[in-house]
């Protein structure tokens, strides 16, 4: 029996696809296909693929053509997959012509012609695009700019600025560049949000009556109550709103929060993220203080995440420290966040007037893990245990910051209608509670 073995994608499956299947399967007298796994997808730089895995293999089964399914998941696979099945032939369309040589020490490799003017990119993009515009006064915009390159099923159409002549030259260069919010909205059909906390409420609530999805930097809002209100919105137009923190969409990050869960550390007693900076790089020249974001919002929001992802939002007391160097802007050189749960603590210690370790430790009755700074581009994380031999090390490739994942995930939402996977209400909601108590000065102290 000659054993044929082909691997893809296989998104969204197409007449391409389906040649290229039949003729792998007269090669010989039994056809195995490898369909990728997301994850490997992702490593290998795919990442606008539309439907998951089960979909993806369900397509495969439903031709009929395939005797065996498998799921390529690393690097190196091929060979590994050839050996243990006993494969005489390797075959994958011209578009990778002489890229699996290395496998003829192995099996006979042949090259199918590629069917022309059929492919799944050209598929996506005729599906959709949608029409995405930016806010803000950060120059951060310009790498969102760049990340959306990644992502086919999105198009910048407008970007809106309280500086619009400051704003990089690319970010320039969009077909609508205005500091006139209601002018903007018309040219888009979701935004991205990330000017200062203090306008994302309004900002927020006057998009979403107008129909647009919402994808906002966090803190979404500066009260619990506005930030309630703003997915109770959402809800009844059917809108998305999400909050932005690329973190979450790092796998590293995904794959940390499944090991806590899966107990690997045992209890876990205590969260301490640290983050500083001490450079205004990343607003244009001449930001004033109104639109200068301070610690507690730029930091702060964010260092908060794996604390309400690991304990939950549901914590006892907290005491809020700050050294507040302007009473007016209640700008915020540093401050500590201090959380007390029934059974843990945890620790957020955030500062644009500070510089320390910018590292995440979680820490629990076995071990303990350890991720380095800067621990918000999670891609490495350790977990340490009292023998060191048991430690263990997991590195997963981060590219684009996690930005280009966000994104997907929130065209995705849009496009089946739910809510984006990684991003909470409720830890939305605790947030903007700590930042309402910070500006009202409960459970606070000043120093
Ligand atoms: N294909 C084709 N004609 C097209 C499109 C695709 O013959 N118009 C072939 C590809 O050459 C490949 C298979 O269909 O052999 C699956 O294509 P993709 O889903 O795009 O998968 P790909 O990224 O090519 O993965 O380990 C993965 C493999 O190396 C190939």
């Known amino acids: 029996m000659v054993k044929v073995i082909t691997y893809g994608t296989f998104d969204l499956l197409h007449k391409g696809h389906i040649r290229l299947l039949e003729r792998a399967k007269i090669l010989g007298d039994y056809l195995i296909v490898g369909v990728t796994s997301d994850d490997f997808d992702k490593a290998r730089g795919k990442l606008n693929v ?30 590994e997959d050839i050996q243990k099945y006993g494969v005489d032939i390797f075959t994958v369309g011209s578009d990778w012509c002489g890229k699996f040589d290395y ?26 695009q949608l029409q995405l515009g930016l806010v803000g006064e950060s120059i951060i915009l310009e790498k969102f700019l760049n990340e959306c390159k990644y992502v086919n099923s999105v198009k910048l159409t407008a970007v809106c600025s309280a500086y ?46 107008s129909g647009k999805h919402v994808l906002c930097e966090t803190p979404e809002a500066l009260t619990r109550l506005q930030c309630e209100e703003l997915h109770c919105i959402a809800k009844k137009n059917a809108l ?22 899966a107990g690997k550390i045992g209890d876990v007693i205590s969260v301490d993220a640290t983050s500083t900076s001490l450079s205004e790089k990343y607003f244009v020249k001449n930001i004033d203080d109104f639109n200068r974001w301070n610690s507690i919002e730029a930091w702060g929001a964010k260092s908060l995440l794996p604390v309400f992802h690991i304990l939950g939002s549901d914590y006892s007391s907290k005491q809020i420290i700050s050294h507040i160097t302007s009473d007016e802007s209640m700008f915020d050189s540093f401050t500590i966040i201090n959380f007390v749960y029934p059974h843990a603590v945890a620790t957020v210690k955030v500062g644009k007037g500070i510089k320390s370790e910018n590292e995440l430790i979680i820490v629990g009755t076995k071990g303990y893990i350890y991720v380095p700074a800067p621990w918000w581009k999670t891609d490495y994380f350790e977990i340490r245990y009292e023998n060191r031999n048991e430690n263990k090390r997991y590195f997963y490739q981060l590219d684009g910051e996690g930005i280009r994942y966000e994104v997907i995930a929130f065209v995705n939402a849009i496009k089946n209608k739910n809510k984006m996977a990684l991003t909470d209400e409720s830890i939305s ?3 903007a509670e700590v930042m309402e108590d910070y500006y009202s000065g409960k459970d606070m102290v000043r120093i």
Do not use: W
């Not at 895995?53 to 053509?65: H, K, S």
């Not at 002018?183 to 991205?192: G, K």
């Not at 998305?240 to 090991?259: D, P, S």
């Open 50 to 79: 539309q439907q998951n895995l089960m979909e993806r293999i369900e397509a495969v089964r439903a031709t009929g053509i395939a005797d065996e399914i498998v799921v390529e998941e690393y690097e190196g696979q091929k060979i």
């Open 164 to 209: 619009p002549a400051e704003l990089p030259e690319c970010l320039q260069e969009l077909p609508c560049v205005t500091s006139d919010y209601d002018v903007f909205l018309n040219h888009v059909e979701a935004v991205y949000i990330m000017s200062t906390p203090k306008l994302h409420y309004a900002q927020v609530k006057k998009a979403l009556l």
């Open 103 to 128: 496998l003829k020490d192995y099996c006979q490799v042949i090259y199918l012609p590629r069917t022309e003017g059929i492919s799944s990119s050209a598929l996506r993009t005729e599906k959709y």
């Open 429 to 431: 909601q605790a947030i």
């Open 240 to 261: 998305i709103l999400a909050e932005g923190n690329k973190t979450a969409y790092a796998t590293a990050y995904i794959r940390l929060i499944l090991m806590l869960k």
